[in-house]
């Protein structure tokens, strides 16, 4: 039996009521309003709930077509239905142009009105799903999920902020993994555009001789193999945003037709001989130096100046020491949910060593780093520095500290014990192992973890 709540607003009492009563045992709660302003009213206090408004098209104090707009800006998910006593093709079409999903004659079959908001009501019921799904998108990729709190990020999801809202081309700049697509992602939802499509392509990933085809699409028959008419990532991304990640790779060529693009909104397909018209804001990201590359002639430096107008660099990890505590803690909390398992935390050492390394693959390698970790540790342990990969026992201080002979700490306390044994022993690592009274894997891992030889 359906459910929901429909709104009736009619100003002839015995009607109002008959029709709740016909609505009511269909199964749906009803309201009900006798004129347009406590429509209005009663549909603000319910918007969550309503689902259907039929209204009558003569209201004591508004016109019902009319008074479509004030009811979808009120609740833009509901569906409208106007009802009058005498039903004219005009007032039917000028009903639809404004937006309401039917127009019915008072007097038709109650089987008619039935069928006519149960469409309407299952037309809502999606749209509000549509809705609610896009606004966990939009939090999942807004501003407010960046982790971090360091001056370098603070500084350019500032700027981000600020391009966001306009319909400027972004160029971001920074290295692999440090996160460019989550600005892309960030400045769309921050952006009018955000329910329209965000279309990302990773310019690397495609063989120079398809990109040009994936961007702007083809006319069937402009090549081999082209059996029918295709829409390019261009076209998809009309409305909304299309990110191009590494945009250094794009050929000479290509960039000559992505130029027009930018200055124009328009380019044309391959094969074809008219120009397709497209809305689409352009987000670009880049590893390369692309000015000197502008400069040395491998890439057009009048594409580069267009795509430049708003620069953001979104810094290195290296950059933003003070954020890797926070973010290591968030993918182990993520990772540990995922492996069902309880990680209490990170203890003090492997929180050193994270801090200590220069995170070349920057938020990604972090990401991975503490994957890798949550598999090896035991559930209900903290996950432990010997955990990490072998180049974090590699640095230059953690190989100081087993060196240093006034250092009492337990590592360098263990570190120089194990040399003692190793020593007597003269390198020979499975007696080592048993003196020490471990698993010879234990000590080669140790060795590993104190940057030690033998």
Same mark, same amino acid.
């Given at each position: 039996?359906?459910?929901?709540?429909l709104?009736?607003i009619?100003d002839?009492?015995?009607?109002?009521?008959?029709?709740s009563?016909v609505?009511?045992?269909?199964?749906?709660?009803v309201l009900?309003?006798p004129d347009?302003?406590?429509g209005?009213?009663?549909?603000?206090q319910?918007?969550?709930?309503?689902l259907?408004v039929?209204?009558?098209v003569?209201l004591p104090?508004?016109h019902g077509v009319?008074?479509?707009p004030?009811?979808r800006?009120r609740?833009?998910e509901?569906?409208?239905?106007?009802?009058t006593?005498?039903?004219?093709?005009p007032?039917?079409v000028q009903a639809?142009k404004?937006?309401a999903?039917?127009?019915?004659?008072k007097?038709?079959?109650?089987?008619q009105l039935?069928v006519?908001?149960e469409?309407?009501?299952d037309?809502?019921?999606?749209?509000?799903?549509?809705a609610e799904?896009?606004r966990?998108?939009g939090a999942?990729?807004?501003f407010?999920?960046?982790?971090?709190?360091s001056? &370098?990020?603070r500084a350019a999801?500032?700027l981000? #902020?600020? =391009?966001a809202? @306009?319909?400027?081309?972004?160029? +971001? %700049?920074g290295p692999t993994?440090a996160?460019?697509?989550?600005?892309a992602?960030?400045?769309h939802q921050?952006s009018?555009r955000?329910?329209k499509?965000?279309?990302?392509v990773?310019c690397?990933?495609?063989p120079?001789?398809l990109?040009?085809?994936e961007?702007f699409?083809?006319k069937?028959g402009?090549?081999t193999?082209a059996l029918?008419?295709k829409?390019g990532l261009l076209?998809e991304a009309h409305?909304?945003?299309?990110?191009l990640?590494?945009?250094?790779?794009?050929?000479?060529t290509?960039q000559?037709?992505?130029?027009?693009?930018l200055?124009?909104?328009?380019?044309t397909?391959?094969? &074809?001989?008219?120009?397709?018209?497209v809305?689409? #804001?352009i =987000?670009?990201? @880049?590893n390369?130096?692309?000015? +000197? %590359?502008a400069?040395?002639?491998?890439?057009?430096?009048d594409l580069y100046y267009r795509?430049?107008?708003?620069?953001?660099?979104v810094?290195p990890?290296?950059?933003r020491?003070?954020d890797v505590?926070?973010?290591?803690r968030?993918?182990?909390?993520?990772?540990?949910?995922r492996?069902?398992?309880?990680?209490p935390?990170?203890?003090a050492?492997?929180?050193?060593l994270?801090?200590?390394y220069?995170w070349?693959?920057?938020?990604?390698e972090l990401?991975n780093v503490?994957?890798?970790?949550?598999?090896l540790?035991?559930?209900?342990?903290?996950v432990?520095?010997?955990?990490l990969?072998t180049?974090f026992?590699?640095?230059?201080d953690?190989?100081r500290?087993t060196d240093?002979?006034?250092?009492?700490?337990?590592?360098a306390?263990?570190?120089?014990h194990?040399r003692?044994?190793l020593?007597d022993?003269e390198?020979?690592?499975t007696e080592?192992?048993?003196?020490l009274?471990?698993g010879?894997t234990t000590l080669y891992r140790k060795?590993?973890?104190?940057g030690?030889?033998a």
């Open positions: 039996m359906p459910t929901g709540t709104l009736i009619d002839e009492t015995r009607l109002r009521q008959l029709l009563r609505l009511e045992l269909e199964g749906y709660t009900q309003a347009a302003r406590r209005l009213e009663m549909l603000q319910h918007a969550d709930e309503v259907v039929l209204s009558d003569k104090d508004a009319e008074l479509i004030k009811l800006a609740c833009p509901a569906e409208i239905v106007l009802m006593a005498f039903g004219t093709i007032d039917g639809m404004q937006g999903f039917d127009y019915l004659t007097g038709d079959s109650d089987d039935v006519i908001v469409r309407a009501a037309k809502a019921r999606l749209q509000r799903r549509v799904l896009e966990k998108v999942q990729h807004s407010e999920t960046m982790i971090g709190e001056a &370098a990020l999801q500032h981000a #902020r600020q =391009v809202v @306009t319909d400027s081309t972004v160029l +971001l %700049e993994g996160g460019k697509e989550l600005f992602q960030a400045i921050a009018p955000r329910l499509p965000f279309v990302a990773n690397s990933a495609f120079k001789d990109l040009e085809s961007l699409g083809y069937k402009a090549f193999g029918t008419d829409k076209e409305g909304g945003t299309l990110f990640d590494e945009i250094g790779e794009l050929e000479l290509v000559a037709k992505f130029l027009r693009v200055e124009t909104q328009t380019f397909k391959l094969g &074809a001989t008219t120009p397709t018209a809305n689409v #804001r =987000v670009a990201a @880049t390369r130096n692309l000015k +000197l %590359e400069q040395e002639g491998r890439f057009r430096p795509l430049s107008v708003f620069t953001i660099d810094p990890l290296k950059a020491p003070a505590p926070v973010l290591a968030h993918f182990l909390q993520y990772f540990a949910a492996l069902k398992k309880r990680l935390g990170l203890d050492e492997c929180l050193r994270l801090q200590a220069d070349p693959g920057n938020v990604r990401k503490l994957e890798r970790a949550a598999i540790t035991p559930d209900n342990e903290l432990a520095a010997g955990l990969p180049e026992y590699t640095l230059p953690a190989i500290a240093d002979p006034h250092d009492r700490s337990l590592r306390v263990e570190a120089r194990i003692e044994v020593a022993v390198g020979n690592k080592a192992a048993r003196q009274g471990i010879l060795l590993q973890e104190y030690l030889t």
